[in-house]
């Protein structure tokens, strides 16, 4: 069945580190790729998305290229902030015009140190 | 605009009770997805909920379940709770017309003592 995959975290950098999570899935088909944020306490905010092969999604200084040839979706920010420490989960969804069930990762835990 | 809004905030129960959860969703949104996030288990799939019916559900036993409303509002009911049921329960909506973006609330933290 479908799946995805991400690397283990903790991942824990300084501020302004480059960040990479890499993200890659198991799919039939063209699913969507999603990154999803968890801040301490909260529920899950959609971070960024791609629908297509070799489309970048991108927000806050993230990005995500959806690559078909190596099946991942990695997310990357040049210069990470102490505020963008959190739980970051990499997801696809796919069905009949793509209104099906997410699918998560495992998560990866994100801490930035001043 | 409002988002996803879920009530209650916080839940206690204990083993054998019943709970219902509520989700709104955002206006204009027709369907409602809850997802459970337990520790060390990861988000897992519900329901999913558009236009007053099921669509599809998840690997849990029938004591999950859960109904929308006219409104598009849903209920989540976990009967028979168990230690286990402990987790945060979160509600998505989507506008389901071909789209593929879910937007979550803030969740309901179930506690089964």
């Known amino acids: 069945g479908d799946s995805v995959t991400q690397m283990e975290g903790p991942v824990t950098l300084s501020e302004e580190a480059f960040l990479t999570i890499n993200c890659t899935y198991t799919?039939?088909?063209?699913?969507?790729l999603f990154w999803y944020v968890q801040y301490p306490g909260e529920g899950l905010q959609l971070l960024l998305k791609a629908t297509k092969a070799d489309d970048k999604g991108s927000n806050k200084g993230f990005e995500a290229t959806y690559r078909k040839e190596t099946t991942s979706f990695h997310l990357e920010k040049g210069s990470v902030q102490v505020s963008d420490s959190a739980v970051y989960f990499c997801?696809?969804?796919?069905?009949?015009?793509?209104?099906?069930?997410?699918?998560f990762g495992t998560g990866t835990r994100l801490q930035v140190f001043p | 605009e409002a988002g996803v809004t879920q009530s209650p905030t916080h839940l206690i129960k204990t083993r054998g009770q019943q709970v219902t959860l509520r989700c709104s969703p955002i206006?204009?949104?027709?369907?409602v997805y809850w997802y459970q996030q337990a520790l060390g288990l990861g988000l897992q799939f519900l329901l999913w909920?558009?236009?007053?019916?099921?669509?599809n559900r998840g690997n849990f036993p029938p004591r999950f379940s859960g109904r929308q409303f006219p409104n598009y509002s849903s209920e989540l009911n976990v009967n028979a709770l168990e230690l286990e049921d402990s987790a945060l329960y979160l509600c998505?909506?989507?506008?389901?017309?071909?789209?593929?973006?879910?937007?979550f609330g803030p969740g309901t933290r179930l506690t089964v003592l």
């Open positions: 206006s204009g949104h027709t369907s």
């Open positions: 997801a696809l969804t796919r069905g009949s015009y793509n209104t099906d069930k997410l699918i």
């Open positions: 909920y558009d236009e007053g019916e099921e669509r």
């Open positions: 799919a039939t088909g063209y699913p969507s």
């Open positions: 998505a909506s989507s506008t389901g017309q071909g789209s593929d973006t879910q937007y």
